[in-house]
Structures are given as C-alpha cells and as structure tokens.
C-alpha cells in the first residue's frame, strides 16, 4: 500500500486546474524549485502532474491530483475520512492527494507543496499512519516511510490478541477478562496488558492511550467473557488503526481436551466498527 497524504481545503469552488496552478505559482514563490510533468485534467473536476526537482530520477517523483469542484466524489471522499469535522470551522470543498514513491522520497517537494496548499486555502492533512494529526512539520525528513498495509495491520493486531486470550485461557484463567494491544509506528506489537472484572470499559482502556496516539499505528482490545457452559464463551475483540478504518470480531470458543488443553474457534463474526482513538 502506497504512502499518501491528503489535504483538504476550502478552495471556494476553484476548479482543480485553478488550483494547481496556483500552488505551483506559490511553490515557485517561496525559492521551491518543483517541475510539473505529465500534466492531465477533466474539466474543473480532475487535475493532476507528476512533481519532480532538475537532476531527480523520474522514478522519483511524487505523484499529486486534485479533486475540486464540490462533485459528488469529492465530497463523498472528505465525508468518508470526516475531513467536514476534523477541524472546527472548516468546510473543506476540495482536497489534494500526493501518492509517494516507494522509495527516495524527495521531502523537500513534499513539504513544499502541502505548505503552498495551506498557505492558499484554510485546510487539513491526513496521512496513512496518522491520520489528522499530523501536519507538514511532522513529515520526515531523508528517509522514506515503511509502506502502511492497514488489512495486514488489523490482521496481526487481531491474530496477536487471539494468540493471548488464548494463552490465557490456557493458563487457567477464567472469563470474563479483557486485555489491550497496540501497534507502534514501526509495526512492532506490544506486550498484552490485562484487565479483570465483569464488565470492563472499552473506551476507559482506549481512552488511556489519548496522549500516545500520534506514536501508535494502532490497537486492538479483547473483551472475553463466559458461557452458559463451563469451558465455553465468546471474545469480542475490537481493533482499529491510525488511518481510520476499525472492526469489531465476534469469535465464540471452546476449551477442549482431556485436560482443556486446547482451544477450539468455531468461527467469527465480523463487522465494522467506529474508531475510539482516532
């Protein structure tokens, strides 16, 4: 998955050739010296160019469109991130997608062109690993992000926290209970924490992490609680990332075995889910 950053902006319905011109125009003004190629558009909806400094390979270079003119998509887009309420006050009718290399990232042209964006218009940045919070001093700077996969992201945080119920179950430990995973920016999945008690707070346990949110890349909680049946019960883990996509599964279990000392997963349900932490 490509690392992308979106910005959203209230243009006042320029179209997004308007609007690209004037960005490159501002970049030139501020010393930037970016070179536009392969330049498309569709009208006041669509415009886009690949952005490259002279001496750059052309593999290099950072791919930018712009979505404008309040169209449907457009608007459907800064709706599905919540671009319209991420920042009080700001009616967003337009927005710029930068798509970056895999690798040698020229960040001097990143940077140039979100802060001629949001030198023109009044607007917000959304990356893949942390969402709305983070602004253009916050890119890096010499070294290309790890490309963020969200599905295998949430994949390993769900897989990480069955493993530990599991383990726990296994131990002797009876429902209910709940425990808490995160992800850091580097991919690297914590050590559980556990929570006993008959009914903990999700959102208390998520809550928890309000400050460290911009340093993790995700989390998953499993709340685990008891059957009608000894050895039987249900694990409602819920996971989410910091790119805004969220589920909830819903896995019934079994303890099985002379001894219980196997745990059986009869299957899984599961559904999306609104994010708690970002």
Known sequence: MP???RIFCASDRLGATEMLDRVFRRAAERGSRVQARDRKS????YASAELVRPGRDRDDGVNLEVFAASQIYTWSTIQDYGADTAVPGLTPDAYALLTLPPENVDWDVVKAICDSFTSLWSGVLH???SGFDVD???LPAGATPAPVNVDADLASLFQNARDAV???????DSAPFALLLTLDANGGVSSPQYFVGPAPNVAGIVGNYQGDRRRLRGLAVSLVGEGTL???GTVETHVEHSSGHAQRITSPFLLRGRTRGKVVWPGAETRPAATLLW
Not at 42 to 45: K, N, P, Y
């Open 127 to 129: 990356d893949s690993a």
């Open 136 to 138: 253009s001093d916050d």
């Open 230 to 232: 000894v050895g039987e």
């Open 166 to 172: 599991e383990k726990r179950l296994l131990h002797g």
């Open 3 to 5: 690392y992308e950053i």
């Open 42 to 45: 569709a009208g006041d909806r």
